[in-house]
């Protein structure tokens, strides 16, 4: 499979001689911008690397970076940036991100980075491969390939946003997890959606994963606090 490589730059003529050296590399790129745009492709896709500008319109980069870390703290992001003070990368690898390119550069070297941190990622990945998938019960989570088998035994794909979150109950199992850190950590600080968008998550989980979805066994709210997943 391809890798997918989400671009994030404004300014078109640099946009577009990266995405032709990484096109040409092989990789399925997906470009953005500005910060909301970048946020919206962060949330409706699955990445395995971001190249982030920082001086972005609508939203900078440093902001983009804490948003995909409060989702995905292992997906690799390598900054550009015009400022190439030392300051600035401390404050860039400080917010998050792995690696910082200061412009102007050689598209070489960008390619060259690019590689060893996807290849670190993989090396990673398949050291903790076990652990990218989750079972309880006759149900089973891949956290890598967004796949999860139910109660139905039939295999689907499920969202990014959902993987986000059974991520976080399976991290917290036998624990309550209130709603405003769920809102925190999967959703972000500056996306807050109703609580009553949480409780729908909760009864797809329940479709997907209880015997009796109107009496869990797995996927409890508690009143008044938030939700616990019990394992």
């Not at 990445?47 to 609508?58: G, T, W």
């Not at 946003?161 to 109950?169: G, S, T, W, Y």
């Amino acid at each position: 499979m391809k890798k997918r490589i989400l671009l994030v730059e404004d300014e078109e003529h640099l946009l577009d001689a990266i995405k032709l050296n990484l096109d040409l590399e092989g990789y399925a790129v997906t470009v953005a911008k500005n910060g909301r745009e970048a946020v919206n492709e962060i949330n409706g896709k699955r990445f395995d690397l971001v190249v982030l500008d920082i001086m972005l319109p609508e939203l900078n980069g440093l902001k983009v970076c804490e948003y995909i870390r409060s989702k995905n703290k292992d997906l690799p992001v390598l900054f550009l940036s015009a400022r190439g003070t030392t300051a600035d990368r401390v404050e860039g690898l400080k917010i998050g991100g792995d690696d910082y390119l200061p412009k102007p550069f050689d598209l070489e070297e960008l390619l060259l980075r690019i590689g060893i941190l996807l290849k670190r990622t993989s090396v990673v990945k398949e050291k903790s491969n076990l652990e990218e998938v989750f079972i309880f019960g006759p149900n089973k989570i891949n956290f890598t390939t967004f796949e999860i088998v139910g109660i139905d035994e039939n295999p689907r794909q499920i969202s990014n946003r959902e993987i986000a979150l059974l991520k976080m109950f399976a991290k917290n199992k036998n624990i309550v997890v209130s709603r405003e850190k769920i809102l925190e950590n999967v959703w972000g600080y500056n996306v807050y959606p109703s609580t009553r968008t949480i409780d729908n998550y909760i009864l797809a989980f329940r479709k997907y994963f209880e015997k009796d979805p109107k009496n869990p066994h797995y996927f409890l709210s508690v009143r008044g606090v938030g939700y616990k997943f019990c394992v």
